[in-house]
């Protein structure tokens, strides 16, 4: 079955790096959106990043451009968040979350997902990984 596992939260103060790693498998798809998403208790997920893996194209919320970068290796399994420049408002629960076999509105009109309205933020992902906290200090 599809399996979705992400590595590399922590704590940091701020303006400091973390590297966030989903790992994934049990698909045969190649041409997918896979975004991260994150949620503080009490608030409503958000949408940060995503890579559609059929041409490596990314997307991200307005909050972290500039600061995050998302990537892909070579086996286009493994997705990686970079995280740059952080902030306390940064802290959260990070998951990563695929969309297999991705339409072309899907990643072109709503960027993997991140603008779709006024839908839950994670609409259209159906696999998810467990999540890892990232604690950002001030």
């Known amino acids: 079955q599809v399996q979705m596992v992400e590595s590399g939260g922590g704590s940091v103060q701020a303006g400091g790096s973390l590297r966030l790693s989903c790992a994934t498998s049990g698909y045969t798809e190649s041409s997918n959106c896979i975004g991260w998403f994150r949620q503080v208790p009490g608030k409503e997920r958000e949408g940060v990043a995503a890579?559609?893996?059929?041409?490596?194209?990314?997307y991200f919320t307005d909050s972290v451009k500039g600061r995050f970068t998302i990537s892909l290796d070579n086996a286009k399994t493994t997705v990686y968040l970079q995280m740059n420049s952080l902030k306390p408002e940064d802290t959260a629960v990070y998951y990563c979350?695929?969309?297999?076999?991705?339409?072309?509105?899907?990643?072109?009109?709503?960027?993997?997902?991140?603008?779709?309205?006024?839908?839950?933020?994670?609409?259209?992902?159906?696999?998810w990984g467990q999540g890892t906290q990232v604690t950002v200090s001030s």
């Open positions: 979350a695929a969309n297999l076999g991705s339409s072309g509105t899907f990643r072109r009109i709503k960027e993997c997902g991140l603008k779709i309205g006024t839908v839950p933020a994670g609409t259209g992902y159906n696999y």
């Open positions: 890579i559609y893996t059929g041409d490596g194209s990314t």
